[in-house]
């Protein structure tokens, strides 16, 4: 079945480490996004990347970086410069860049800094 | 400063009734319109889309309403059912012409609203 995962969905973090979230899909899609969720807040976005080895900071960048060596794969790293790093964390993709499509989400990973 | 908004944080509906959910913005240049439905622990599923072009579209139980003229839309669930309960996030998005055709990708999301059906 075609689709996004995110791994783990769990992930616990002592303050000052970097972590690094897990997202592939295999839909073929061409964009990918990074997505963080709070309490009342929506969702944020961070990062997005409309082509392999192409990526552009989102609303809420400070603190993450990413890369997309691969199509299928968009890992976020939350390093120890993110201040307020808990949170539930979403990666999305859509099939293209030259055309809108709706954004297919991850189940996510819910990160807490302990 | 928040383009996309969700004044209500949360519905409560009984089942069978219509649950109307509102979503307003700031930027006109918005021109695409999306809803999406979310669990907890889980990530949101895509529900229904407008372009600003239209200023209504249905799908079985869902329809959404564009009004540009107020930068408001809203979403109407009839009937409402107890499997609906959820948190729904209203999405905008702009059109960007490039050489290639029209690029949306970035959406801005509002707060969501939590909708709880009754049976």
């Known amino acids: 079945d075609g689709g996004i995962t995110q791994s783990p969905k769990y992930l616990f973090r002592k303050e000052g480490q970097n972590v690094t979230l897990s997202c592939e899909q295999n839909?073929?899609?061409?964009?990918m996004y990074w997505y963080r969720q709070d309490p009342g807040q929506g969702l944020r976005l961070i990062y997005y990347s409309q082509i392999v080895n192409d990526f552009q900071k989102g609303d809420i960048a400070e603190g993450y970086s990413v890369s997309r060596e691969k199509k299928e794969s968009f890992p976020l790293t939350v390093t120890s410069a993110q201040k307020n790093p808990t949170a539930f964390y979403l990666c999305?993709?859509?099939?293209?860049?030259?055309?809108?499509?709706?954004?297919?989400f991850g189940p996510g990973t819910r990160l807490t800094v302990l | 400063d928040q383009q996309v908004k969700q004044n209500s944080p949360s519905l409560s509906v009984q089942e069978g009734r219509i649950s109307i959910l509102n979503c307003d913005y700031t930027?006109?240049?918005?021109?695409?319109f999306l809803w999406y439905k979310k669990y907890p622990a889980e990530g949101p599923t895509f529900l229904i889309s407008i372009s600003s072009i239209k200023d209504k579209n249905e799908d079985g139980r869902f329809t959404v309403f564009l009004n540009k003229s107020a930068k408001h839309l809203s979403l109407h669930i009839v009937p409402s059912q107890p499997g609906d309960s959820a948190v729904y996030f209203c999405?905008?998005?702009?059109?960007?012409?490039?050489?290639?055709?029209?690029?949306?990708?970035?959406?801005?999301f509002g707060q969501g609203t939590i909708l709880t059906v009754h049976p």
């Open positions: 839909l073929n899609h061409d964009a």
């Open positions: 999405a905008a998005a702009k059109g960007a012409e490039n050489a290639g055709g029209t690029s949306y990708g970035k959406l801005t």
């Open positions: 999305a993709s859509s099939m293209s860049r030259l055309s809108y499509n709706e954004q297919f």
């Open positions: 930027n006109s240049m918005f021109d695409y």
